[in-house]
T-cell receptor
Framework: DSGVTQTPKHLITATGQRVTLRCSPRSGDLSVYWYQQSLDQGLQFLIQYYNGEERAKGNILERFSAQQFPDLHSELNLSSLELGDSALYFC???????????????FGPGTRLTVL | AQSVTQPDIHITVSEGASLELRCNYSYGATPYLFWYVQSPGQGLQLLLKYFSGDTLVQGIKGFEAEFKRSQSSFNLRKPSVHWSDAAEYFCAVVRISSGSARQLTFGSGTQLTVLP
């Protein structure tokens, strides 16, 4: 158990809908990251938040957005869903407090999104 | 831009045999390197990491990896594979853009099958 929790575990929805994925980081971690894992794209970085502020952005679609709340949990919002958005969405957390230093990202169990 | 290459999509070994999974990276600065393992239906578990210092790093479950700067490689090894090691293995490098900004770039993964 990494200490990172994600809800829900599974989500089935229809095209055009909007869903929210939730992540709670490990105790003490200030950074939250979102990744998407799909068969055709592999594991791709979406976005990072550090202490409530966006810090890094990857290949995140405009239909997707995220935020990190004062209690440090994060939500990933996916809207106008398409069939191709079906994937496993991972949240990870790390301390990320040391400028320029390496730190370790610990991953949650993921949310499997199926868009029908 | 950073990149990670795992040349072997699928490897099959017999239980008790030795294992080496290859990973090559491309990164302009000092790399921070990771190996993660993903069992079916599970999240990503950290096996080991390299930040600096000794180029041979030990991880969990009897795994080790060697960082070779001259070859831009970070290969994962295990002297004797167990049936429970069957999983998908991902090599990753973290990009540090500024301050606390981080993002992991993953390889495409190597699927390990273990024969009895």
């Amino acid at each position: 158990d990494s200490g990172v929790t994600q809800t829900p575990k599974h989500l089935i929805t229809a095209t055009g809908q909007r869903v929210t994925l939730r992540c709670s980081p490990r105790s003490g971690d200030l950074s939250v990251y979102w990744y998407q894992q799909s068969l055709d794209q592999g594991l791709q970085f979406l976005i990072q938040y550090y202490n409530g502020e966006e810090r890094a952005k990857g290949n995140i679609l405009e239909r997707f957005s995220a935020q990190q709340f004062p209690d440090l949990h994060s939500e990933l919002n996916l809207s106008s869903l398409e069939l191709g958005d079906s994937a496993l969405y991972f949240c990870a957390s790390s301390v990320a407090g040391r400028p320029g230093g390496g730190d370790t990202q610990y991953f949650g169990p993921g949310t499997r999104l199926t868009v029908l | 831009a950073q990149s990670v290459t795992q040349p072997d999509i699928h490897i099959t070994v017999s239980e008790g045999a030795s294992l080496e999974l290859r990973c090559n990276y491309s990164y302009g600065a000092t790399p921070y390197l990771f190996w993660y393992v993903q069992s079916p239906g599970q999240g990503l578990q950290l096996l080991l990491k390299y930040f600096s210092g000794d180029t041979l790093v030990q991880g969990i479950k009897g795994f080790e990896a060697e960082f070779k700067r001259s070859q831009s490689s970070f290969n994962l090894r295990k002297p004797s594979v167990h049936w429970s090691d069957a999983a998908e293995y991902f090599c990753a490098v973290v990009r540090i853009s500024s301050g606390s900004a981080r993002q992991l770039t993953f390889g495409s993964g190597t699927q390990l099958t273990v024969l009895p």
